[in-house]
């Protein structure tokens, strides 16, 4: 399937939760290209994707490079402290922020302000990153020692199931607590963003008020 036909559907799925929602606008779609070529990752551009994410750093700088200035590029995966030199001011939104070290070790080598999102382990499944939904708040009030770190949202991986109900659960548990850190308005954590929804579940994830969904099987395909 080409990118373009992809990226049709997706959109017309996405069209079509939103208004069962309650959610005014629809998300941003972040193509995944971490499994596939420079060339297929140059098809979603012409196809109108904007917006990219990688979770590895070769990947990143080397899409980065290929793609034309006008993209936004999403850092997407778990970033070792001593990795963040050598990509942190090339990331124009960082989805995977859940430790102090880390934050400590961005703020170090930014050279302008990051924008992050906290990574909440939702389900608490023990493989996953994040911190867990009551330390969200600590966490966020602790970052405000780091003037390089915005956190512009909360992002989540759901499990892997089809149990809909249990996802929409996951996101909606997001979703509320993203309201809870945004009404406190605090100056470096506006929070207005929530980055949830993969392949498998991002219909529902816009149902529950996604803001950026990070599609990479149902958008531009898996070579293996
Ligand atoms: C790989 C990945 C995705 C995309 O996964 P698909 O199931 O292929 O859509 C989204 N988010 C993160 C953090 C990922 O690592």
Redesign the pocket.
């Known amino acids: 399937m080409s990118v373009r036909a992809n990226l049709e559907e997706i959109k017309s799925t996405l069209q079509a939760n939103m208004s069962s929602g309650d959610n005014p606008s629809l998300p941003n779609v972040?193509a995944?290209t971490?499994?596939v070529t420079i060339e297929r990752a140059k098809e979603a551009y012409e196809a109108g994707v904007r917006h990219f994410?990688e979770?590895r750093i070769e990947g990143f700088l080397a899409k980065k490079e290929a793609l034309p200035d006008d993209v936004t590029m999403h850092f997407?995966?778990s970033l070792q402290s001593r990795k963040v030199k050598e990509v942190i001011n090339d990331v124009d939104y960082l989805?995977?922020l859940d430790r102090k070290s880390l934050a400590k070790e961005i703020d170090k080598r930014a050279d302008h302000t990051i924008n992050c999102f906290v990574q909440v382990n939702v389900s608490g499944e023990e493989t996953k990153h994040g911190v867990t939904l009551d330390e969200v708040m600590p966490f966020i009030e602790m970052l405000q020692q780091y003037e390089h770190i915005r956190v512009v949202g909360l992002?989540t991986?759901a499990p892997?199931t089809d149990d809909q109900p249990y996802l929409k659960s996951i996101f909606e548990q997001l979703k509320h607590k993203r309201d809870e850190i945004q009404a406190h308005k605090l100056a470096h954590a506006p929070c207005t963003e929530l980055?949830m929804g993969?392949?498998?579940d991002?219909a529902i994830a816009a149902e529950a008020g996604a803001t950026f969904v990070?599609?990479?099987?149902?958008?531009v395909g898996?070579e293996e």
């Open positions: 972040i995944v971490k499994y994410g979770n997407i995966g989805h995977a992002m991986m892997y980055s993969m392949s498998n991002y990070r599609i990479g099987t149902r958008l898996k």
